[in-house]
């Protein structure tokens, strides 16, 4: 997500990019509490974490995936701020795993998993589409 004008606008996937923004005053939402605090997050127990669920409802698959697969909620969820080197927000990147439950959402995030995602946002904060 990129921070435009007090709003977290989606840039992947394709399907979230026309389903609105977030604002990051939003008490709702963990991506506007990752850019207001500058903390990466890690949750291995999204689902019961009280959250606005309104782009989970968002269809991800083309409709045949769908049907097989399903679309699950969020289960396990990274959220890390992309910041300048002053500091300065530019957006946040959420990795997540969904599933119906969370036995069957995969592995728990590790702390490995948290440093990749930081290695992501410092390569991602000197992207030209980001400033």
Sequence with gaps: MRLE???LKFLFPEQLKTAG???VSSSASIAAHTASTRKTELYNTFAK????RV???????NAEDDEENGQGAI???MSAP???PDHKVLGVIQVSRKAFDLSSAGPDFTSEDMQQLEIAT????????LK
């Design 55 to 61: 782009f989970e409802t968002v269809k991800l698959t």
């Design 122 to 129: 410092r390569v991602a904060a000197t992207l030209p589409f």
């Design 5 to 7: 004008k007090g709003l």
């Design 21 to 23: 923004s977030i604002p």
């Design 49 to 52: 974490v009280k959250h606005a």
């Design 75 to 77: 289960q396990k969820l």
């Design 82 to 84: 992309i910041l300048t």
